[in-house]
């Protein structure tokens, strides 16, 4: 059988192809009638949980088929896809850049899973989960959230050894959660807001949540934000992160709370770089052998989209290490 491409075939390849190619994806990735990993076991909470812009929380790919893939041109297929669908990743998938991840997607790991050299970019998406899976070693981000993309869960994931940012969620992205993750060898860790020339796509916008992520002595960007307001930072472990923890700039609203900050020199900035101040407000958190928090001025707050109960921070350096990444949903 000729090899048909996973874009030409989406291009509309001719019908005998493109039933070949059906067939051929159907026997690597059959759907399972029981499938392992296909319940959503807890709904998406913080900004990923609010009913707004026409979705009530985020359900990723819940409805569609559940499928498991076992190789990567069947796993780029299935992401590439207009259908919502729940994929169940068993095994490592090996590709370089950033690959397009449409909306309506489920993309959860089976033990081991792990996606390695290259990234998922969501772009103009919508309703995506992405849970239990291992990130190692992008050529660029890991995960980009771009271009207005909204209602993105980004939760027990393991990210580590890219040669750019881990997430990336600019250019207008919105209503997104980031938990739960292990954070470690690297630098540039999550960027909020890609440039300080860009406030018109993303003042008010670039609503994130982050809570219960470890970040594990990476260097910096936990995260960096421009514009967007508010940000939720809230119950995060921070250890040993050389540079500094949160930079708000650009008149940016953050608030950090309830987190534990170890080795931390720099725990909050307020403008970094050449990028001006940003409003921060921190409450409630724990330093411990670190310097003192820059803040300015109010924020809005979270409460304002959401119900939520910070954890006792001084519990985080145990339970955060203890119940993130992979293998613990």
């Not at 059988?1 to 996973?6: A, F, L």
């Not at 992401?79 to 959860?108: A, H, W």
């Amino acid at each position: 059988m000729s090899d048909i491409s996973r874009r030409g075939l989406l291009a509309g390849a001719a019908a005998t192809a493109l039933t070949a190619v059906t067939a051929r994806v159907a026997n690597a990735s059959p759907a399972r009638t029981n499938p392992v990993w296909a319940e959503p076991f807890q709904t998406a909470d913080g900004f990923a949980g609010t009913d707004t812009l026409g979705q009530n929380g985020t359900t990723g790919g819940v409805g569609g088929p559940v499928v498991t893939v076992r190789d990567t041109e069947t796993f780029l297929d299935y992401c590439d896809r207009n259908e919502p669908y729940v994929i169940q990743v068993d095994g490592i998938m090996t590709f370089s850049s950033k690959q397009g991840l449409r909306s309506n997607k489920t993309v959860i790991g089976l033990p081991g899973a792990e996606i390695r050299g290259g990234g998922l970019d969501m772009y103009r998406r919508q309703n995506v989960i992405i849970r239990n899976l291992k990130f190692s070693g992008a050529d660029d981000d890991a995960l980009s959230v771009q271009q207005s993309s909204h209602h993105i869960w980004i939760d027990h994931c393991d990210f580590s050894g890219g040669q750019d940012g881990l997430i990336d969620i600019v250019r207008g992205a919105d209503f997104i959660t980031v938990s739960w993750n292990h954070f470690h060898d690297h630098s540039k860790t999550a960027l909020l807001g890609h440039s300080d020339s860009n406030a018109s796509q993303d003042t008010g916008k670039l609503r994130v949540t982050f809570h219960h992520n470890y970040f594990d002595g990476t260097a910096q960007r936990h995260p960096r934000v421009r514009f967007g307001e508010p940000i939720h930072v809230y119950n995060n472990y921070f250890r040993d992160n050389a540079l500094y923890g949160v930079a708000s700039t650009m008149n940016a609203g953050v608030l950090v709370e309830a987190n534990y900050f170890e080795n931390v020199p720099h725990p909050v900035y307020s403008g970094y770089d050449a990028s001006g101040p940003g409003r921060v407000v921190q409450r409630n958190n724990i330093f411990v052998n670190s310097g003192t928090p820059e803040t300015l001025g109010t924020v809005v707050e979270p409460r304002t989209y959401y119900a939520y109960t910070p954890d006792n921070p001084s519990t985080l350096p145990s339970t955060v290490p203890g119940g993130v990444a992979v293998g613990r949903i």
